[in-house]
């Protein structure tokens, strides 16, 4: 079946602008991780979402940083005034339920920010 | 004192050879234990998953964990070129967030 997936693939944006990241977690899988990966470096948890509520968000870096999701579906992160150091890639994972360990990862979205 | 410690290689072997790979962690509160493989410009990829202390084989792959140590090995055998990734390790505690090393990059040359 289908995995999870990310667009944009890549987003180029000026420093200071607001970025949008979407992601489509796997049909069926309630809860949705957002991590960042910073070159060469493993992943940060963000924050992670069971349905359309948010129990941990203890790994966004800023208040610049906030995440909505839909029911059991797409979820969006959003970087507003981005600042050079936002630049990274942003992964998105789903799993069955909280109860869950396997975590499966979408492609990332490999954010610039000039 | 960071929470969880990977060598970053890169780590490279000849084709056949066994990869040995391995992570230390600090947090008692850790109860499951899995590694991922990422491609460059990819998504992780779940490799092995396990919760208790020892052995768990799947194919060419065998995931070892000691908890009284707070050390966990990835062994690859005979390794393929196909198999040169980087390779995290991930724990999660009891709640749902999952703690990664920074990963360690392998070469496995033909």
């Known amino acids: 079946g289908a995995g999870v997936s990310q667009s944009p693939s890549n987003k180029v944006t000026e420093k200071g602008k607001d970025v949008e990241l979407r992601c489509d977690p796997i049909?069926?899988?309630?809860?949705l991780y957002w991590y960042r990966q910073r070159l060469g470096q493993g992943l940060e948890f963000l924050i992670y979402?069971?349905?359309?509520?948010?129990?941990?968000k203890s790994g966004l870096p800023s208040d610049r940083f906030s995440a909505e999701r839909t029911g059991e579906s797409v979820s969006t992160l959003t970087i507003q005034r981005t600042q050079q150091e936002d630049s990274a890639v942003y992964l998105c994972?789903?799993?069955?339920?909280?109860?869950?360990?396997?975590?499966?990862f979408g492609p990332g979205t490999r954010l610039t920010v000039t | 004192q960071k929470e969880v410690e990977q060598d970053p290689g890169p780590l490279s072997v000849p084709e056949g050879a066994i990869v040995s790979l391995n992570c230390t962690y600090s947090?008692?509160?850790?109860?499951?234990f899995m590694w991922y493989r990422q491609y460059s410009r990819k998504g992780p990829e779940l490799l092995m998953y396990?919760?208790?202390?020892g052995n768990k084989e799947d194919g060419r792959f065998t995931a070892q964990v000691d908890k009284s140590s707070k050390y966990i090995s990835l062994f690859i055998r005979d390794s393929q070129p196909s198999d040169s990734a980087t390779y995290l390790c991930?724990?999660?505690?009891?709640?749902?967030?999952?703690?990664f090393g920074g990963g360690t990059r392998v070469l496995v040359k033909p």
């Open positions: 994972a789903s799993s069955l339920g909280p109860s869950r360990n396997e975590q499966y």
């Open positions: 049909s069926g899988h309630t809860a």
């Open positions: 979402f069971q349905g359309n509520s948010a129990p941990d």
């Open positions: 947090n008692s509160a850790f109860q499951y």
């Open positions: 396990t919760y208790s202390s």
């Open positions: 991930a724990f999660k505690a009891a709640g749902n967030k999952l703690t």
